[in-house]
Structures are given as structure tokens and as C-alpha cells.
């Protein structure tokens, strides 16, 4: 929770008269990304409650002519679900993200996209979680630069870089610790949003 003289700062209530315009104004611009990091941000708390012996989920999905089953959903997207999945009749593992039929991304390129593979589902698990928590950060750093473009071109008088840095942290909060990228020499796809 953010403090400012003692007070509570999750809301504009703290921010000085000349500030709460300026907080108001950014805050309004990046709150349909905050809510959509809030929302990925609670799945990601889930994660680490994930093992490769969860029961499966039943749904069969096809890439590339391999079939996998679906062990556990990770991720609730918009258009799409992620799950682990196994390989059917093999001990390899594939996280893979399913887009609704209907959507662009799906009409375009086809509705299972194999995002990892490997044969170790609990480190799949990780490498991909991994990446999620990169993508958030992401996220937030282009809501905090948009809130950035909205303090200081509308409210310049108005204390700008303290709107920005209570949003920033605001956000912070959201995706979490930051970790070093890079860490796993496994490359794979970024989420797709």
C-alpha cells in the first residue's frame, strides 16, 4: 500500500489539492490496463499451486498433427485460455495458448499455438510464468508511460513526476517483484494478448 505522510495512497484522497487533477486525469487513462494487470496479476498468484500431477482438464487440443491433452489451465485471457498440456502416448509437456475460433489472431494463424515444449512440466510451468511476469512488467511500464504523457502534458504545474511515481508504484504492486530476465536459456514465445 502506497503511504504519503501517513495516509493511505491507493486512491487520489492523499494527493495535495494541486495534485488530485493531474492523478484523477492519468489514473482515468490507464484504468482499463490496470484492470486488466489486476486480473492477470490474481492468476499469477495461482502458478505456483500448479504440479504436473493435477488431474487433467479432458479438453484434446492439435498442433501440428500431435495431439496433447490439457492438464491445467494457467492463464483466463481475454481470447484465449494457456494451459500444460501432455503429449499424448509420451512424457513431453507443451504449454499452449487456445484462441477463441472466432478471434483475428485465430482466423489468421489457427486457434492452438505451442508456446513451450519440454519434458519437465513443472519447469515449463516456471519458464512460462517467467515470461508472464516479464509481459505484465511490460504492461505496466506502457500504463505508467501513458499516465506519464497525461500528468505532464495537462497538469505541468501540478507536481507531475509525484502523480507519475504514485501510479508507477501503484502498478508495481500489481505485477510484483521484479527478477532477472534471462535467467533460463530456454527461448520461447512471448504471450499473446
Known amino acids: ?7 493511505d495512497g491507493s486512491h487520489p484522497a492523499w494527493v495535495i489539492p494541486r495534485e488530485e487533477a493531474a492523478y484523477a486525469a492519468a489514473w482515468a487513462a490507464i484504468r482499463p490496463e490496470f484492470t486488466e494487470l489486476t486480473k492477470l496479476g490474481q492468476q499469477m498468484v495461482e502458478f505456483g499451486r500448479h504440479t504436473a500431477d493435477s488431474p487433467s482438464t479432458g479438453t484434446v487440443m492439435v498442433s501440428d498433427g500431435v495431439e496433447w491433452r490439457s492438464q491445467i489451465r494457467l492463464l483466463k485471457l481475454p481470447a484465449s485460455e494457456v494451459f500444460l ?5 509420451a512424457p ?5 495458448q487456445r484462441f477463441e475460433i472466432e478471434s483475428p489472431y485465430a482466423k489468421a494463424h489457427g486457434n492452438v499455438e505451442v508456446l513451450l515444449r519440454g519434458d519437465n512440466a513443472s519447469q515449463l510451468i516456471q519458464d512460462y ?6 509481459t505484465l512488467r511490460f504492461m505496466a511500464s ?15 504545474a501540478h507536481h ?24 533460463s536459456n530456454h527461448h ?6
Open 129 to 134: 510464468a517467467s515470461e508472464v511476469r516479464h
Open 142 to 156: 506502457n500504463a505508467v508511460a501513458k499516465a506519464q504523457r497525461v500528468a505532464w502534458k495537462q497538469f505541468p
Open 160 to 183: 507531475p513526476s509525484e502523480v507519475v511515481r504514485a501510479i508507477s508504484e501503484r502498478c508495481a504492486q500489481v505485477v510484483g517483484p521484479r527478477e532477472v530476465i534471462g535467467r
Open 92 to 96: 513431453h509437456f507443451a504449454i499452449i
Open 1 to 7: 500500500m502506497l503511504k504519503r505522510n501517513g495516509q
Open 188 to 193: 520461447g514465445q512471448s504471450l499473446r494478448v
Open 85 to 89: 498440456c501432455r503429449q499424448n502416448g
